[in-house]
């Protein structure tokens, strides 16, 4: 039987939800795969948005490549190892453009090398702050933007008119985007009263900021599709398109979360 768009939307996040559950609980090393092949797909998807075709898959393989090594430092000591990871893949693409401009000074540019950076920056960095949370903080940012994408989604689908950045995105509106803020508070503040250690004050605050990072992340990559005159950044997920479809509100909101915690403890000392 063929599904539909909806139903297959609904089937991809059922098993997404249940690959991330099984990750969380085996722990560890699984985590790590888990985020080691986030990266290298997502690398592989935003590298293939400026470099598609055949020809450029040794640059996409590249770029998986230098996505590892970040994760893997984090992993042994913390984001300021993957910091000096992040330093050493610069080196390496500084060296790699020196080697190429040395060969050929009218064809090579620096812009491979750049889309390569960013791609770092953008994906295997921010995802790297999963390592430093506890299980019960990762729920709540997953829990935080999948609220977020999936209130807004129904609340601009269902009552949706006026639009909110018809420039960056023609189908989101400012219904789906305040759907989305009520879904995230509320999810939010519902988790972080029944596990966290945080004030009433705090939840909501936190639940709006979250949900403004998440909207901001799904607006970035959104511009950045309409900028390369590309709809879905791969065809990964049935109903979603690409991963970084899918993860783009994550991508921002890890961040956000890792920075806000050190501010307001939200959960017990053991369990961060």
Same mark, same amino acid.
């Given at each position: 039987m063929q599904l539909s768009p909806h139903q297959q939307r609904i089937l991809t996040a059922g098993l997404a939800?249940?690959?991330?559950?099984?990750?969380?609980?085996?722990?560890?090393?699984?985590?790590?795969? *888990? %985020?080691? $092949? !986030?990266c290298g797909l997502g690398q592989w998807e935003f590298t293939a948005l400026f470099r598609p075709g055949p020809e450029h898959r040794n640059l996409r393989a590249t770029a998986v490549a230098l996505g590892a090594p970040l994760v893997l430092a984090a992993q042994a000591g913390g984001s300021t190892s993957a910091l000096w990871a992040l330093v050493a893949c610069f080196w390496f693409l500084a060296l790699r453009f020196l080697a190429r401009y040395s060969r050929?000074?009218?064809?090579?540019?620096?812009?491979?090398?750049?889309? *390569? %950076?960013? $791609? !770092?920056?953008?994906?295997?960095l921010m995802l790297q702050f999963f390592l430093a949370l506890s299980t019960r903080e990762i729920i709540l940012v997953v829990l935080a933007t999948t609220l977020s994408d999936t209130a807004a989604f129904y609340a601009g689908t269902l009552w949706g008119r006026r639009k909110i950045w018809p420039q960056v995105?023609?189908?989101?509106?400012?219904?789906?985007?305040?759907?989305?803020?009520?879904?995230?508070?509320?999810?939010?503040?519902?988790?972080?009263?029944?596990?966290?250690?945080?004030?009433l004050f705090a939840w909501l605050m936190l639940g709006a900021l979250l949900n403004l990072a998440a909207q901001l992340g799904d607006f970035f990559e959104s511009a950045l599709k309409r900028s390369l005159e590309v709809k879905d950044s791969g065809t990964l997920l049935p109903g979603h398109g690409g991963l970084l479809d899918r993860i783009d509100s994550l991508l921002f909101a890890l961040p956000c979360y890792a920075l806000l915690r050190l501010v307001q403890p939200f959960f017990p000392p053991i369990l961060q």
């Open positions: 939800v249940g690959l991330v559950a099984l990750a969380l609980w085996l722990g560890g090393v699984f985590l790590t795969l *888990l %985020l080691l $092949g !986030l050929d000074q009218v064809a090579a540019r620096i812009e491979d090398e750049l889309v *390569l %950076l960013c $791609g !770092l920056v953008y994906i295997p995105s023609p189908k989101k509106s400012w219904t789906g985007s305040i759907g989305g803020l009520a879904g995230c508070l509320l999810g939010v503040t519902a988790y972080g009263l029944a596990f966290g250690q945080a004030p």
